[in-house]
């Protein structure tokens, strides 16, 4: 059964930071663009950070250039979200999704596996 789940979401202090984990399980990581995506309350789903199966070429919405890093380890089929400096206004559920293409395009219908998201909030 292919599966992700995210880890590493919680509570933090405006300036803090969070590193946040997607493992796959039942498919290989390697195969596929990943990309994290969030949604506020009350907001549209927005693509945060995605990177490429062929390259490791990565896209970085413009809101988190220069604080959010993005990574991948195949050996532990996992992907990372280093997010620093963080503000309320990333407060959000972070989701992870692989796509199985080389892109770093956000478009979450190229998408195919979801994990079910983990709650960042940021809040003094």
């Known amino acids: 059964q292919f599966q992700l789940v995210e880890s590493g979401g919680g509570l933090v202090q405006p300036g803090g930071s969070l590193r946040l984990s997607c493992a796959g399980s039942g498919f290989s990581l390697d195969y596929y663009s990943i990309g994290w995506f969030r949604q506020a309350p009350g907001k549209e789903r927005e693509g945060v950070s995605c990177?490429?199966?062929?390259?490791?070429?990565?896209f970085y919405v413009d809101s988190v250039k220069g604080r959010f890093t993005m990574s991948r380890d195949n050996s532990k089929n996992a992907v990372y979200l280093q997010m620093n400096s963080l503000t309320p206004e990333d407060t959000a559920v972070y989701y992870c999704?692989?796509?199985?293409?080389?892109?770093?395009?956000?478009?979450?219908?190229?998408?195919?596996?979801w994990g079910p998201g983990t709650q960042v909030t940021v809040s003094s």
């Open positions: 999704a692989a796509a199985p293409r080389g892109t770093v395009a956000p478009i979450a219908e190229w998408y195919k596996y």
């Open positions: 990177i490429s199966r062929t390259d490791g070429r990565t």
